[in-house]
């Protein structure tokens, strides 16, 4: 098969006579395997680029955008950029404009690019409710608030054909993770008296526990009565428990089956947080399916894998599962998303070479020492990827590098594919041209996994 030479169509998707097109992305499933069909009826893999823009990434603190700059002098305006860029990563057998990009670039070039915009629809209210790190699902305007996003920033897409899918959000806090140690139950117990969220997790707690003196055996606090819960100030979290994987949860067990006081409060923070999640998708998917009934919902790029309970929530509302992982090897991951039954798209991956003369102090992902094993592991990565039958698309954060001095939140590093002064990465785009060339190859030898 790597010898024939494949017919596609204009999205870059293959021509497939089993296939039909609908005039939209859609999800399709063939012998245990699942791929994303184009407009046209093209078998297609989400291959893309996150960032893609001109005006990628101020000197924090300051107004200067290193890249613009250096664009605007090699190309002389956005334009011109913006047509040279899309047949760029066209010739890279890219086939999408990944998250936080210029849209306008998918449609530049030559070849027309699917987009993925992020609605951020919780991110929004979270910060409207500014006293919030995770939306309170709960909250009567929580509902009017996405619908309302949804409308505003779906609507106006629901015809266009070269929109792929619409992500939700993106990294929200889910469980203990690299900014916190808090539970989802934790913060929304430590929400404003009367808070709607607050409410609801003592009512949860309420309902598991009948007596109040059998929730403070596990919990702790200083409350002697589920009216006083209700009004202290802060409630502290009797144990700390390390985020979700497959390495910490086999730890998290261990501990578990050796403290039953431990155990019972983790079975509370799963509980509660499963029921979060399947209010938050259920809500969202709503919102964004009544603006845009044509689109796939593509989940809320999970930055690290969340509880199980919330993996089987997005499963239950989700078109497309979306997550980002940084690891060498996707497949554990992945793994763990699979465990749904729906198609998964990696949102972000990347390896830094540190060889390009950046910091690489700050930012996800390994550093490695050259940009021939930034290549290589790129080859790796996807190959193992796409060896997954539920894997549809892979994106790579991000287009070009990084400011030296560090952008708004401080990294500085060598993720491009391009350099800041837009000088093309040889050894990574050769090997990105040749991977993304035979990912359909690739993945049509996916074995399925037997249920």
Not at 339 to 365: M, Q, V, Y
Request: with cysteine; proline share 5%; net charge negative.
């Amino acid at each position: 098969m790597a010898g024939l030479r494949l017919q596609r169509t204009k999205w870059g998707g293959i021509v497939d006579d089993d296939l039909s097109g609908s005039g939209f992305f859609r999800v399709a499933e063939r012998n245990g395997v699942f791929w994303l069909v184009d407009p046209d009826g093209g078998r297609f893999l989400s291959k893309g680029v996150n960032t893609v823009r001109f005006d990628q990434d101020r000197i924090g603190g300051t107004e200067r955008v290193p890249y613009a700059e250096a664009c605007q002098a090699k190309y002389g305006g956005l334009q011109t950029w913006r047509a040279a860029v899309s047949d760029r990563l066209a010739s890279w057998k890219f086939n999408t404009i990944a998250c936080w990009s210029d849209e306008l670039v998918a449609s530049a070039g030559s070849q027309l690019l699917a987009t993925t915009p992020t609605a951020e629809l919780g991110a929004s209210f979270r910060l409207h409710r500014r006293d919030q790190i995770f939306p309170d699902v709960f909250d009567s305007e929580f509902s009017a608030h996405i619908r309302a996003s949804a409308d505003l920033r779906c609507r106006h897409r629901r015809n266009d054909p070269g929109l792929l899918g619409t992500f939700i959000d993106n990294e929200l806090y889910w469980s203990p993770d690299w900014r916190g140690t808090d539970e989802i139950l934790t913060l929304f117990l430590n929400l404003p008296s009367r808070r709607p969220g607050r409410v609801a997790a003592i009512s949860a707690l309420q309902a598991h526990y009948p007596d109040f003196a059998q929730f403070n055996a596990v919990w702790r606090t200083k409350a002697r009565s589920w009216e006083e819960l209700g009004r202290i100030e802060h409630v502290v979290a009797p144990f700390v428990r390390r985020r979700p994987g497959v390495l910490n949860d086999a730890l998290e067990t261990k501990a578990n089956l050796a403290d039953p006081v431990r155990e019972a409060f983790s079975a509370d923070c799963d509980a509660f947080v499963a029921v979060v999640a399947d209010k938050y998708f259920e809500l969202c998917v709503s919102a964004i399916k009544a603006a845009d009934p044509n689109h796939l919902v593509l989940g809320s790029r999970f930055g690290y894998q969340p509880p199980a309970g919330v993996i089987a929530a997005a499963g239950r509302h989700l078109d497309v599962i979306s997550f980002n992982c940084y690891d060498f090897d996707p497949g554990p991951v992945i793994d763990a998303y699979a465990a749904t039954g729906r198609p998964c798209l990696i949102t972000e991956f990347s390896f830094r070479g540190d060889d390009a003369g950046l910091p690489n102090s700050k930012g996800a992902g390994p550093r490695l020492a050259t940009q021939l094993d930034r290549a290589r592991a790129f080859e790796g990565y996807v190959a193992a990827a796409l060896s997954k039958p539920n894997v549809v698309g892979y994106h790579w954060f991000e287009h070009a590098d990084q400011p030296a001095q560090g952008r708004f939140d401080g990294e500085d590093s060598n993720f491009g594919t391009v350099t800041i002064d837009d000088r093309v990465y040889d050894a990574l785009t050769k090997t990105m041209t040749k991977v993304n060339a035979a990912a359909e190859c690739i993945h049509a030898a996916a074995v399925p996994v037997l249920v």
